[in-house]
Nanobody, 125 residues
Framework: QVQLVESGGGLVQPGGSLRLSCRVSGFSLDYYVVAWFRQAPGKEREAVSS????????YYSSSVKGRFAISADNAKNTVYLQMNSLKIEDTAVYYC??????????????????WGQGTQVTVSS
């Protein structure tokens, strides 16, 4: 069974850092792309970052480029999202999701077939 479980969310002050983890099971990171999405109250779900192990590529939204870093650890079946210089507007529920390798460059939520339950990130002073 395919499963993605996020962890690492919490409360952090502006300028702080958090590292989110997405532990996956039921599939290999060698054959699927994993992305991070986020959804703030009253807003649409938006793509944040994705990693394709097979392509050796990563993608970032403009809003997080230079602040966030995505990585994949095949041995641990885990994808990480290191979030630095956090801003209040980064507050959201963060989800990890998977898609096929040929959608590696996709930031469309519709292309992702399995999702985690989400982890809350709150950036507040």
């Amino acid at each position: 069974q395919v499963q993605l479980v996020e962890s690492g969310g919490g409360l952090v002050q502006p300028g702080g850092s958090l590292r989110l983890s997405c532990r996956v099971s039921g599939f290999s990171l060698d054959y699927y792309v994993v992305a991070w999405f986020r959804q703030a109250p009253g807003k649409e779900r938006e793509a944040v970052s994705s990693v394709s192990v097979s392509e050796g590529s990563t993608y970032y939204s403009s809003s997080v480029k230079g602040r966030f870093a995505i990585s994949a650890d095949n041995a641990k079946n885990t994808v990480y999202l290191q979030m630095n210089s956090l801003k209040i507007e980064d507050t959201a529920v963060y989800y990890c999701a998977r898609t096929a390798r040929y959608f590696a460059a996709s930031f469309s939520a519709a292309d992702y077939d399995y999702w985690g339950q989400g982890t809350q990130v709150t950036v507040s002073s």
